[in-house]
């Protein structure tokens, strides 16, 4: 009865507002779900604009023979653009490329924007394509840190030296400066104490060099040892210790690395091949066939070639009187020629078994005159000592390292 209350006009609007609201879902419903349209144009339009840019590189290192034309063409450069970089090398900075150098090409979506020839961890050179052709020389910041490190012998230097954050390189080289003096298997002793300042380069935060020893002391069974890098305007770089006495010996004692002493220099030995007494004036490593062989010190090669006995040998005259003696090489080294200058630690030849050899090994002589003496007994030389005109630096930089290393200590302790 209600519904007869309403006057006919409201039923008429209610019906008109339901169909307006019937017809806008419509609306609103055939604009949802209108086809997608057909034309490509407006398609690749949206595409474009919605899409984040994509970001790629494609990776080529410069094998020998390979030329840049020959490059750009491999990698699609189009031959315009490739054009356009020869033609705006005015500073020639592309004819520097070399076998070895990274080239990085930089793609955003399908266009290149630039091209990079990693020199190497410092250098390299920029070809920016982004806005017509730039070709520039990068050169990056190093920036050089400086390290301490200390530390306590409890079980072997090694061990000790990696537990306090030594570098497995300065650990090495560490070794290497003071085994000149100090036997790191045999004189090693709990309660010796090492420290260390050293210095490593860094470029944006990437690592760029494994460090070198500025500065370094090894308290050995109660001895004080002190080592300094210095920059000898004669000898280069070298380590001196508080004196300016160069740590350096003058000779290796054992020609090569990885070898052991098979037979001492003994002037009364049964000769394992002969089986009569005959001295042995040398000492003999066992090593495995094709060790290298290097040069005990500074000298001029006086002999290369086959010795009797002593097969493929080569001989060294060094300063002093001195000569060392090389022999049942396998091989020479191709550069070790008679009347050549050789370097303390060029490789000279190769460990074999020519000549008497029951097996692989080196015979070493160190003649002094006409007297041969045992290498391994005979008081080395030292290397040349720092140059005279620059120990006053010398020794104002070493002031600068113990103060350091004091202030250092003191912080550690504090
Ligand atoms: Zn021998």
Redesign the pocket.
């Known amino acids: 009865m209600i519904g007869f209350k309403k006057s006919p006009i409201k039923i008429v609007l209610g019906l008109f507002f339901v169909s307006i609201i019937f017809i806008i879902l419509l609306y609103v419903d055939s604009v949802i779900n209108k086809p997608v349209p057909i034309e490509e144009i407006s398609i690749t339009e949206d595409f474009n604009k919605s899409l984040p840019k994509v970001k790629n590189t494609l990776f080529h290192e410069v094998k020998k023979g390979d030329s840049l034309s020959v490059i750009f063409e491999e990698k699609e450069i189009p031959l315009n653009t490739a054009y356009k970089i020869f033609n705006f090398d005015e500073n020639n900075l592309l004819s520097s490329i070399k076998p070895g150098d990274k080239m990085e090409f930089n793609y955003v979506n399908e266009d290149i924007v630039n091209i990079e020839i990693i020199k190497d961890k410092i250098n390299s050179i920029l070809i920016d394509l982004s806005d017509g052709v730039s070709i520039q020389k990068l050169e990056k910041k190093i920036q050089n840190i400086k390290s301490f490190k200390k530390g306590i012998i409890s079980s072997s230097f090694y061990q000790d030296a990696l537990k306090v954050g030594m570098p497995d390189s300065i650990i090495m080289d560490f070794a290497y400066i003071f085994g000149w003096d100090i036997d790191f298997i045999f004189d090693v002793r709990k309660g010796d104490q090492f420290s260390v300042i050293f210095e490593t380069d860094y470029s944006e935060g990437e690592q760029i060099s494994s460090g070198d020893i500025i500065f370094a002391e090894f308290i050995n069974k109660g001895e004080r040892f002190i080592v300094q890098r210095f920059f000898d305007d004669i000898q280069g770089k070298q380590y001196f210790d508080e004196n300016g006495n160069n740590v350096r010996k003058a000779f290796l004692r054992a020609p090569l690395d990885f070898a052991y002493i098979s ?1 001492h220099f003994n002037p009364n030995r049964m000769h394992p091949i002969l089986h009569k007494i005959k001295a ?1 004036n ?1 000492v ?1 490593y066992a090593a495995k066939r094709n060790t290298p062989v290097q040069a005990s010190g500074d000298g001029i090669i006086s002999f290369v070639g086959e010795k009797g006995g002593y097969g493929r040998t080569v001989e060294i005259k060094h300063g002093g009187n001195i000569k060392t003696l090389y022999a049942h090489l396998e091989r020479f080294n191709s550069r070790a020629k008679v009347g050549s200058k050789v370097k303390q630690g060029e490789i000279i030849g190769y460990v074999g078994d020519s000549g008497w050899a029951t097996g692989p090994h080196l ?1 070493f002589e160190f003649w002094q005159g006409r007297k041969r003496t045992d290498p391994v007994k005979v008081k080395l030389p030292s290397a040349k000592p720092i140059n005279k005109n620059q120990l006053e630096s010398f020794e104002n930089t070493l002031s600068l390292n113990l103060k350091e290393l004091n202030e250092y200590n003191s912080k550690q302790n504090g």
Do not use: R, V
């Open positions: 037979s042995h040398g003999d015979h």
